[in-house]
């Protein structure tokens, strides 16, 4: 699974970070970026999860 967080879309809310704090993290503009592009087996559905919960549809997942 890969993982991707449209820095046009994001408005900073943290939520993604809140759901998978091992994946996404809010960089120095506020924004969500994912730490790691290949998402592993343990964290993937923590991933599926952070994109329903994110508000603007910010984050693509490529299963
Ligand atoms: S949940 Fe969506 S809008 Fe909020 S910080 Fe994460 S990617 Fe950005």
């Known amino acids: 699974m890969k993982v ?3 820095q046009d879309s ?3 809310c943290g ?3 809140a759901v998978c704090e091992n994946v ?6 506020g924004l969500s970026q994912a730490k790691v ?5 343990k964290d993937s ?3 599926r999860d952070a994109a329903d919960a994110c508000p ?4 693509e ?3």
Do not use: M
């Open 4 to 6: 991707k967080v449209n």
């Open 10 to 12: 994001c408005i900073g």
């Open 15 to 17: 939520a993604c970070a």
């Open 24 to 29: 996404f993290e809010l960089n120095d503009e």
């Open 37 to 41: 592009t290949e998402i592993n087996e």
């Open 45 to 47: 559905q923590d991933v």
């Open 56 to 59: 603007t549809g910010a984050i």
């Open 61 to 63: 997942v490529e299963e």
